[in-house]
């Protein structure tokens, strides 16, 4: 059974503070890894990552994969209250009926106070 | 989002009545997916739809039914609905089975059975 790991569940931090969000998975036939940010409706897009050690990068956000140890880890420097959302790690898979369906893990709760 | 509508935006409902949520979309994506999000879980899978009449169950499919008979609706429908239906429902859209563009989501439903 294909499954997506998130650690921390919640996270609190003060405004200007670095945070690093985890994403391990477990799937058959991986193809990429992707990360979301919600705020109170919909998921947006932040990355894509298909490439172990290629560091995707927007403004204070990055992120990167590694295909070996299978995770992968968003970075948010220098916080802000904005970046308060649920963050959300997805896997997709190659070929077959997969049909680009995406596995989700149980997404980050963050929280920045001014 | 823009591209992609869901109705109604909240539903409260007796249990054992039938439910039925709509997703419109007005970008000709092939694929279209249905998620239920629930605190602790992240998104969870219910069914998805690769092309018009063509559609396959996801992991919590158990109690809903779905139908596409037009490429810009699909239909999500709860048959009996229970409590435990009680959810966040998304629908979301992607251009092709390669996820390298990832999806674009509705706004999402939040029905209650009570």
């Known amino acids: 059974e294909d499954k997506v790991v998130q650690s921390p569940l919640s996270l609190v931090v003060h405004e200007g503070d670095t945070v690093t969000l985890n994403c391990s998975y477990e799937?058959?036939?991986?193809?990429?890894l992707l990360w979301y940010k919600q705020e109170k409706k919909a998921p947006t897009f932040l990355f894509m990552l298909t490439s172990s050690g290629i560091e995707k990068k927007s403004g204070r956000l990055s992120s990167i994969l590694d295909k070996k140890e299978l995770f992968s880890i968003l970075n948010i420097t220098a916080t802000q209250t904005g970046d308060s959302a649920i963050y959300l790690c997805a896997v997709g898979k190659a070929g077959g009926t997969s049909y680009g369906k995406l596995t989700f893990g149980q997404g980050t709760i963050l929280t920045v106070h001014p | 989002d823009a591209g992609i509508t869901q109705s109604p935006r909240h539903k409260v409902t007796e249990t054992g009545t039938p439910v039925t949520l709509r997703c419109h979309q007005t970008?000709?994506?092939?694929?279209m997916y249905w998620y239920r999000q629930d605190p602790g879980h992240g998104l969870r899978l219910i069914h998805y739809s690769y092309g018009v009449k063509d559609t396959d169950k996801g992991e919590v499919s158990d109690g809903y039914s779905v139908s596409r008979s037009k490429t810009e609706d699909f239909l999500l429908t709860l048959e009996s609905a229970t409590s435990s239906q009680t959810s966040v429902y998304f629908c979301?859209?992607?251009?092709?089975?390669?996820?390298?563009?990832?999806?674009?989501f509705g706004s999402g439903t939040r029905l209650t059975v009570v």
């Open positions: 979301a859209i992607s251009e092709s089975s390669r996820d390298s563009l990832g999806y674009t």
């Open positions: 799937v058959t036939n991986f193809r990429s």
């Open positions: 970008e000709n994506h092939r694929y």
